[in-house]
């Protein structure tokens, strides 16, 4: 990758609330660039079985398989800069058009990665003004996740919408961000409650009150098809002193476990 697509990538990561590894792994085998990436998917656990001195243990067959995951999503940008060569195109200018790339494209990312996760995950409808608090429907979420087999080792996440998160904020059960360590509150998480890490995630789905489920039963794959240049538009002729910066990315989500991402909906 080329130095002004490292500028666009650093951007686009910081600006994310769905972020690699907290949302959605990047696990998978390779390059998005082609079209298909493959997704290793573990089906069961490897057999561990006693062992007989005399006669050795039987043979197990491995349980990984490989889910294709089509990439099937193109961006681009290609934004004209007037009256600027590329060789005289000021730093400034550069960077800001860059940063703007990268903002509008995490962006867009993050609205369909978002919308992948409602559209393959578990839908449920809960009653917010019964009987149960926001901590109890957030408990029996947690207990879904468990039972399916869904990892608690302090990855789990929780993207809530504003109207949730305010709610979430009067329950006592609720931790801040302030009591959390540099490392995860790097990650934009704004709190933890029944060992979910806490995201705010602004979602025009109507109804929703969140999202909650495990880097590792979700996948992102992507990767600048045409990484990002300035190219000197002199040889077109519709153009007079002017530059551009260009750049194609591709990418695609998807959820490998639908019951280990659960969308929580207000009935």
Sequence with gaps: MNGYSDLVTAKLRKTEVLKDNVVFSVYYEGNASAGIVKIPVRDAEAVVADYDRATGVAP????????????????AVNEIIDGFD??????NMIADRLDSAGYRLAITIDNEGAGVLLGEGTTEEVTLDGDESVYDIIINTRTALSKAN?????????????????????DPNFIGASSLGDDIRQTGCIGKVAGFNVYEWNDSAENLLYIAGHPSFAVRAREFSVPVKL????????????????GRM??????LKPEAVRCVYSA
Aim: aromatic content about 10%; cysteine-free.
């Design 250 to 255: 591709v990418y695609a989500h998807t959820v």
């Design 86 to 91: 590329a060789a005289n195109v000021p730093d």
């Design 231 to 246: 190219v000197n538009l002199d040889g077109d002729s519709r153009f007079i002193g002017a530059s551009a910066v260009k």
């Design 150 to 170: 869904v990892p608690n080792d302090g990855r789990r996440y929780l993207l809530v919408t504003p109207d949730f998160y305010a709610r979430l904020l009067k």
């Design 60 to 75: 197990t067959a491995a349980a990984t398989t490989y889910v294709n995951l089509v990439v099937d999503r193109d961006k």
